[in-house]
């Protein structure tokens, strides 16, 4: 496939998103919850998907070793959503995230990618701790965030967001 690492669950494989992954990458970031929970990221064709994974997900890729994972169900190879380790503009750390299409929500997927990505984060990546963001009406996200261990200390806003935002971390 590619030098990047992809790991391995009990269900679901994690592959480091890339330009092949367009497609999939366009429907989920134009999902209504993307858009009300994540925001518009103002793609609308799969160009503009392609430009996006090559200008945000790919540099940091490179970078550090770790990014966006597209997650791929093992059962049938259908690409179900994505979670991933981000080094965010305005944050201090790094941030672990999730999102999912409507149809694989509340099956256990998130914790099962976001705990093997906390793991590894530690263990493989040296991370010493792990932070996470969202909004305050995401309380789905909250839940999971704390079922990963992740403790809520306070609030912070992103850069060109006004939006206050809640901030988890968890220290390895």
Not at 16 to 39: C, H, M, Q, R, S
Not at 75 to 95: H, T
Not at 103 to 126: D, P
């Amino acid at each position: 496939m590619s030098q990047y690492l992809q790991f391995e669950t009990e269900r679901l494989i994690l592959k480091p998103t890339l330009e092949e992954d367009a497609e999939f990458i366009l429907n989920l970031f134009n999902t209504p919850k993307w858009l009300k929970y994540v925001g518009d990221r103002n793609l609308k064709t799969i160009e503009d998907a392609k430009a996006y994974i090559k200008t945000k997900m790919l540099p940091q890729l490179n970078r550090l070793g770790y990014s966006n994972y597209t997650l791929i169900k093992k059962a049938d190879n259908c690409k179900i959503g994505i979670c991933g380790l981000y080094d965010r503009d305005g944050l201090d750390g790094i941030d672990i995230g999730f999102a999912f299409f409507p149809e694989y929500e509340r099956k256990g997927y998130a914790f099962e990618s976001a705990n093997k990505l906390k793991t590894i984060a530690f263990s493989q990546f040296g991370l010493k701790d792990l932070n996470a963001i969202t909004v305050k009406d995401n309380t789905s996200s909250q839940k999971l965030l704390e079922k990963l261990g992740l403790k809520l200390v306070g609030t912070t806003t992103l850069p060109d967001d006004e939006e206050e935002l809640l901030f988890y971390k968890i220290e390895k």
